[in-house]
């Protein structure tokens, strides 16, 4: 297995996660200063994160946390790096959670690139709990670089996955530059800390096919199938390399096999529909987007979305009704206005036929 012999050279976690020693030096100055003695050990770590990333320039590169730390830009996931490094030298235990948000796309090529977001939670380590008290979460502070109010908070993610997510975004870089060897030796490092991670076992299964590499591109896609909990995206990838092979009924049957998957990320669903929609698919379309709108009932755009699916599936009855309740969604009136326009406009054009 071509994986299996990669051997490029890919940074230890020890690379990903230590500070310089001079950056060490100047955290821990500010740590430990008498002046900020009072002042809890997770929200001293807060502060300095603060101050020091004042102006912090959110750009989509990975970057170690020394990188992060020196350079003070980065994306999300370099951030959180840089966080468990100052809360490792502070002795105080953080969390990662993964939001599901709208996807940053990119277009490389014939590859679309989306990003993570990941947010990370620093926790009191004075807090103690009070005899015969309940407490459902433990006393923390959140860190995470641009917020949006349309993000869907995720599952908690362990250490090893958040590892495997770091080389994962190292690999999917090295495949945009065309580095093969590289991106599967950062990929086989992904592997051993996160063998279950369908984005990792995916990103394998695309690089192997940019090899040339079909039958290995088809095995990673199996195996992902058979352990990852999240299959969407594995299945739509694996059609796309049967309909390349000649195979488009057995394409079609993957695709129609994604109806009955109930994986929960409500932009993943509305990429898959955008995509059948730019495809003439309208069917898939609003099987897709049908899906995105029930998972987020509250956003009105994805319902927006689905009533331009059912009106170019020919079915005018259910867009009027979807668009009228996307309409009564909005909050905003220029908005408002434009999608009763737009409903009137149906309506008008229902009468006439």
């Known amino acids: 297995m071509l994986l299996e012999s990669a051997n490029a050279e890919t940074p230890t976690v020890d690379d990903i996660f230590q500070l310089s020693a001079s950056q060490q030096a100047e955290f821990l100055a500010y740590f430990n200063a008498p002046a900020h003695q009072n002042v809890a050990a997770h929200r001293r770590v807060y502060q300095f994160l603060s101050q020091h990333l004042s102006g912090f320039d959110y750009q989509g590169k990975n970057y170690t946390a020394t990188q992060a730390y020196a350079l003070k830009s980065g994306n999300c996931i370099s951030l959180a790096v840089l966080t468990k490094a100052l809360a490792d030298l502070a002795g105080v235990e953080i969390e990662f959670q993964s939001i599901v948000s709208a996807p940053v796309l990119s277009f490389e090529r014939d590859l679309m690139v989306s990003s993570d977001h990941v947010r990370t939670f620093l926790y009191d380590p004075a807090a103690i709990a009070e005899k015969d008290k309940w407490y459902f979460i433990k006393p923390s502070l959140v860190i995470d670089y641009l917020p949006s109010s349309a993000d869907i908070t995720g599952p908690r993610i362990t250490r090893q996955t958040f590892i495997a997510m770091f080389y994962r975004n190292l690999a999917a870089d090295a495949l945009l530059t065309e580095q093969y060897e590289q991106a599967l030796a950062l990929l086989k490092t992904a592997l051993q800390y996160a063998p279950e991670y369908s984005a990792v076992i995916n990103l394998a299964a695309v690089v192997h096919r940019r090899m040339n590499e079909m039958q290995l591109a088809e095995q990673f896609y199996q195996y992902g199938l058979d352990v990852s909990a999240s299959k969407v995206t594995l299945l739509t990838n694996y059609a796309v390399l049967k309909r390349s092979q000649g195979e488009p009924d057995t394409a079609q049957q993957m695709l129609q096999s994604l109806s009955s998957l ?50 170019r599936n020919n079915q005018p009855g259910r867009a009027q009704q979807v668009l009228s309740k996307a309409a009564e969604l909005v909050t905003d009136n220029n908005t408002q206005q434009r999608y009763h326009a737009k409903l009137e406009a149906l309506k008008l054009r229902q009468s006439t036929h």
Do not use: I, R
């Open 262 to 311: 109930n994986e929960y990320d409500p932009y993943l669903w509305y990429v898959l529909g955008k995509t059948a929609q730019q495809q003439s698919q309208y069917q898939d379309a609003v099987t897709y987007l049908h899906k995105a709108a029930e998972q987020a009932p509250y956003m009105h755009q994805l319902q927006l979305e689905l009533a331009l699916a059912y009106y």
